[in-house]
């Protein structure tokens, strides 16, 4: 059974940078398409990022572009979001999922997949942005 377990959260400046990971167990993150989300309080849960397992295509919302990176080290079967240049906004809970669905795959190469097409989740980690 898929299980996957977040870490890397915590207090950040503004301006500052934070990576956090995902670490897969019970399955090879290489077939994976692995999404990671966000949600602050009172807000609704939103896509940040999605990783293809293999060909390690990327995906990101408008939010994320240009300040977050995606990556996935098969090695150490774990995927990495990484966050510079963080503001006050991304304060959220993080979290991470994963899918076999080779659907999923196919759409994070094109667009960024909805949550609900995402089988395993994490137990997500604490972002807090604040000086």
């Known amino acids: 059974q898929l299980q996957l377990v977040e870490s890397g959260g915590g207090l950040v400046q503004p301006g500052g940078s934070l990576r956090l990971s995902c670490a897969a167990s019970?399955?090879?993150?290489?077939?994976?398409?692995i999404g990671w989300f966000r949600q602050a309080p009172g807000k609704e849960r939103e896509e940040i990022s999605c990783?293809?397992?293999?060909?390690?295509?990327?995906n990101y919302a408008d939010s994320a572009k240009g300040r977050f990176t995606v990556s996935i080290d098969n090695a150490k079967n774990t995927a990495y979001l990484q966050m510079d240049s963080v503001n006050s906004e991304d304060t959220a809970v993080y979290y991470c999922?994963?899918?076999?669905?080779?659907?999923?795959?196919?759409?994070?190469?094109?667009?960024?997949?909805?949550?609900?097409?995402?089988?395993?989740w994490g137990q997500g980690t604490q972002v807090t942005v604040s000086s």
């Open positions: 990783i293809t397992g293999r060909i390690g295509s990327t």
């Open positions: 019970g399955a090879t993150l290489e077939y994976l398409t």
């Open positions: 999922a994963a899918t076999l669905g080779a659907s999923v795959r196919a759409m994070c190469e094109t667009y960024l997949p909805l949550a609900h097409w995402y089988d395993s």
